[in-house]
């Protein structure tokens, strides 16, 4: 008597990665217009789509880059405001999801953008030597995003972050120093000791 086995059955997320039409933009990525509702859904729902910012997403297959992560807000950015704080350490090293606020930088003495709903504003003096520009859209350096994170952001949610921030080679001695600079500013003693939590983990 011969047994014959059946070839296994292709998984679901793989079936459904097969199901994945080309791109409908140029930079690669899915927004739920481009999908009908039901198969964007499902696309996410199975793993064949990696949601990386509120409504956009990528192949599971794809790693997603800092281009990636800042391609959401072109055009979305008032002129003179960056991305800051924990937006802008989420598009520089990653994270198993972006931000739930949208935190933003912007020169002092200026209106603040209303169109932006669940956003955090700082509003700061930002030299040219704290901004980059990634994908088109400007972003706090890595180094000044350090900074910012320690200043602006709970100690148990900086630092995670300013440990990543260190990883992907942000110098935390110069960030301490940059902080040193700041004086008697708001959140710098809390900054401090988180930059200094993060280093003893580094």
Same mark, same amino acid.
């Given at each position: ?5 059946? +070839?296994?059955?292709? !998984? $679901? ?7 994945? *039409? =080309? ?5 690669? &990525? ?68 972006? +931000?739930?606020?949208? !935190? $933003? ?7 603040? *953008? =209303? ?5 955090? &504003? ?81």
């Amino acid at each position: 008597m011969t047994l014959t086995t059946s +070839p296994p059955s292709p !998984s $679901l997320p793989t079936l459904t990665s097969a199901m994945l *039409p =080309p791109a409908a933009r140029d930079d690669g &990525l899915f927004r739920p217009d481009d999908l009908d509702p039901i198969t964007w859904q499902l696309l996410v729902h199975e793993g064949a789509l990696r949601v990386i910012a509120p409504s956009v997403a990528i192949p599971v297959r794809r790693r997603p880059t800092p281009d990636d992560r800042a391609r959401p807000f072109v055009g979305v950015l008032p002129a003179g405001w960056a991305l800051g704080g924990a937006t802008a350490a989420w598009v520089h090293v990653g994270g198993a999801a972006g +931000p739930s606020a949208l !935190s $933003l930088t912007g020169p002092p003495n200026t209106h603040q *953008p =209303p169109e932006l709903p669940g956003r955090v &504003l700082h509003q700061q003096e930002m030299p040219d030597r704290d901004l980059v520009t990634v994908a088109g859209v400007s972003v706090t350096s890595p180094l000044r995003t350090a900074v910012d994170v320690a200043c602006f952001t709970a100690p148990s949610s900086a630092v995670p972050r300013l440990v990543a921030l260190a990883h992907h080679g942000v110098d935390l001695d110069a960030a301490l120093h940059r902080l040193a600079g700041l004086g008697r500013q708001r959140g710098v003693v809390r900054a401090d000791r988180s930059l200094r939590a993060a280093r003893a983990r580094c």
